[in-house]
């Protein structure tokens, strides 16, 4: 047989090679048949934080994905945990039809320890009926939580899944629905602060998250400490200045850690302190108002709401007097000292 033949039946056959990979663009996937198939995975990314970086893997432990049709009903569910979710590459299958789909995740969920969502079906549950719901005390009839919520995620993509051969990623952004407020309490007069005397909680309306991540119903949940500590501190540094005299160079001071669910700028969530020994309010203040104080020069182009579901931790610095009474021309938000008569900051 002559050599260039040969060559050139050669040449024919990588060409034609070369022409059958190249339309499976980027494709590793084959059905039975030995064709070319389609498959769309979702990533995701965490980076709603006041880090502006992408933490996706080290902060959240469980997904799990859902898709709609056009019709609102679920078509797909999948989900992970552990892990295989701080992988470089992780992504999630998304197998469905060609279509349009609405995906949601909530990411978190774990064991359902501090939240869950209603056992679903494919073809059968809608989008309305993936509700997450907090898992909550009921205490006097009022939901009650005194324990450390795990995190919460949520995330929300429109998608168009084709149908021409190769591997396509999208990335789905999550935000994060819960915070840590933590409460310090300092006794100027130099007395130690007495935990048992006194009563810390948050009160709100969000207790429940439509698939949409809005706040759904209007039961009042209660959140109250997980954890109280109690010593002292220096007050000689620069910053907690007062106008009130103090015996001694340290303060008394308690310490209360709640976890609440997603803040809005559209609710009124009230902090209150009470002092059960002489039965009085000590503080009460809407909490959202007082976070948003210290958002800051650098954060002005960022919304209300944005900043809100960035930032995921509040330390609240409250002054009490010889009487036990809040010192309301001071506060220290998360290390911003805020001098309350005339609304400024140093």
């Known amino acids: 047989m002559n050599k260039s033949f040969i060559l050139s039946k050669i040449g024919v056959l990588a060409a034609l090679f070369a022409l059958f990979f190249s339309s499976c663009e980027n494709s590793i996937i ?14 995701f990314k965490y980076d709603m934080n006041m880090e502006f970086a992408d933490v996706f893997g080290r902060e959240v432990t469980s997904i799990a994905l859902f898709a709609f049709d056009e019709n609102g009903i679920l078509v797909y569910q999948g989900s992970e945990s552990g892990d295989a979710l701080s992988a470089e590459d992780y992504s999630l299958p998304l197998d469905v039809q060609p279509g349009e789909y609405e995906l949601v995740a909530w990411g978190g969920l774990g064991d359902g320890e501090s939240f869950t969502i209603p056992a679903t079906e494919i073809g059968v549950t809608t989008k309305e009926e993936l509700v997450c719901r907090m898992n909550t005390l009921l205490e006097n009839d009022v939901n009650v939580v005194d324990k450390d919520l795990k995190p919460l995620f949520h995330g929300q993509l429109d ?11 999208r990335t789905m952004p999550l935000r994060k629905n819960t915070n840590v407020v933590r409460v310090l309490l300092q006794q100027l007069s130099g007395k130690d602060v007495d935990p048992s005397m006194l009563s810390f909680e948050i009160q709100d309306f969000n207790g429940v998250m439509a698939y949409d991540n809005s706040l759904l119903g209007d039961d009042l949940v209660i959140y ?34 709640m976890s609440v669910g997603r803040l809005l700028k559209s609710m009124r969530p009230v902090l209150v302190v009470r002092n059960l020994q002489q039965d009085k309010v000590v503080l009460s203040i809407p909490l959202i108002d007082y976070a948003l104080l210290v958002k800051g020069y650098y954060n002005r182009a960022m919304s209300d709401q944005d900043y809100l579901d960035r930032q995921d931790e509040y330390n609240m610095t409250f002054f009490l007097d010889e009487s036990g009474s809040w010192i309301s021309s001071s506060i220290i938000v998360n290390s911003w000292r805020i001098v309350l008569n005339n609304q400024s900051m140093n």
């Open 30 to 43: 084959f059905d039975s048949e030995g064709d070319c198939g389609v498959q769309y995975r979702i990533r």
């Open 159 to 169: 998608v168009t899944v084709g149908d021409h051969p190769g591997i396509y990623y």
């Open 224 to 257: 109250k400490p997980w954890n109280i500590t109690v010593g002292e501190a220096d007050v000689d540094a620069e910053v907690y200045r007062t106008n009130v005299s103090r015996s001694g160079n340290s303060v008394g001071v308690v310490v209360a850690e």
